[in-house]
């Protein structure tokens, strides 16, 4: 199946509500397996990160990869999301 870029970005919500989910809740977050550490918190946290900016740079190369980066979507909560989850592991680490 041929992802677009509606499909991509709505995949990437997800990781959207967990980041700002744990910057609320920490470990409380729905997202998130109980009795995490704070380590393992901002590892997940990462992960999310890394994936929202990886799919920012998709440039259409590949039915995989539709032209996320060139795309006129508001990708503003995205953008948002990535400095959000940055700031979050910077603060507890």
Not at 33 to 61: C, F, M, R, W
Request: hydrophobic share 35%; aromatic share 4%.
């Amino acid at each position: 199946m041929e992802m677009t870029v509606e499909k991509v970005l709505e995949i990437a919500d997800d990781s959207v509500a967990l980041i700002n989910d744990v910057n609320t809740k920490n470990a409380l977050s729905e997202y998130l397996p109980n009795n995490l550490n704070q380590a393992e918190v901002n590892k997940i946290i990462q992960k999310h990160t890394s994936h929202l900016e990886i799919i920012l740079t998709y440039d259409g190369s590949n039915d995989a990869k539709p032209d996320v980066a060139g795309s006129s979507a508001d990708k503003s909560s995205y953008t948002a999301a990535i400095t959000t989850g940055k700031n979050y592991i910077t603060a507890n680490s």
